[in-house]
Each structure stands twice: as C-alpha cells, then as structure tokens.
Nanobody, 125 residues
Framework: QLQASGGGLVQAGGSLRLSCAAS????????IGWFRQAPGKEREGVACLTQSNGRTYYADSVKGRFTISSDNAKNTVYLQMNSLKPEDTAVYYCAVDLVETKSGSWYLRNGMDYWGQGTQVTVSS
C-alpha cells in the first residue's frame, strides 16, 4: 500500500513537500514516480527515480522546480515542490514499478503498475 501525504493549499511561489510511504512492499531497487491529474485533464508524469542507476527524470513543466528523492531506510519517497504555480494544481499520486525494466522517460509517459491514493495540491494565484 502506498500512502501519499503533504498536499494542501499554498500561494503561488510557495513550496510543499509531498511524502509517499509504502507498507507491504519495498521501494528499494525499484522505479518510483510522482504523477498528477488536474480536473478535466489527462494524467501527467511529473517525476521519476530509477534506482538501478540513480537517475531522475522530470516533466519539462516542473524541471528546476521539483525534486524527487527517496529514503529507502524509511521506505518513503518525496517530492519537493518549489516555486509553485497555479497550473501545478492537481491531485498528486505516487507510484512504483515492481520490476524496473524501462527508462524513466518511459515511465513518465506510460505510468507504473502500482499506485497509491492521491493528495490534493492547490496553488492559488
């Protein structure tokens, strides 16, 4: 089970840190990612960490503002979001691919095979 938390209401320019804690499975050695979905829009891959090589991947819309990281000892993945914009408003989901076989770019486009519940992020202008 994946449980995301840390969402909320923030003014434009502000920051939030999302957390995703796993229970019953381990993040270690697996691709993990954050995705979001705004009302009326398709799901968008935001950030991915492929732990086989430690590489990170980001959507162009968040590069330089968002950072994905993990603490495998705590079995938790984070998304640090800075310089938030109203267009970042969405429900954010964490996800994990149980067998990492693809590139981070592929995961951002296609998603992963195990999803958590989302957390709402609202950025006011």
């Amino acid at each position: 089970q994946l449980q995301a938390s840390g969402g909320g209401l923030v003014q434009a320019g502000g920051s939030l840190r999302l957390s995703c804690a796993a229970s019953g499975l381990s993040f270690g050695g697996r691709a993990i990612g954050w995705f979001r979905q705004a009302p009326g829009k398709e799901r968008e891959g935001v950030a991915c960490l492929t732990q086989s090589n430690g590489r990170t991947y980001y959507a162009d819309s968040v590069k330089g503002r968002f950072t994905i990281s993990s603490d495998n000892a705590k079995n938790t993945v984070y998304l640090q979001m800075n310089s938030l914009k109203p267009e970042d408003t969405a429900v954010y989901y964490c996800a994990v691919d149980l067998v990492e076989t693809k590139s981070g770019s592929w995961y951002l486009r296609n998603g992963m095979d195990y999803w958590g519940q989302g957390t709402q992020v609202t950025v006011s202008s």
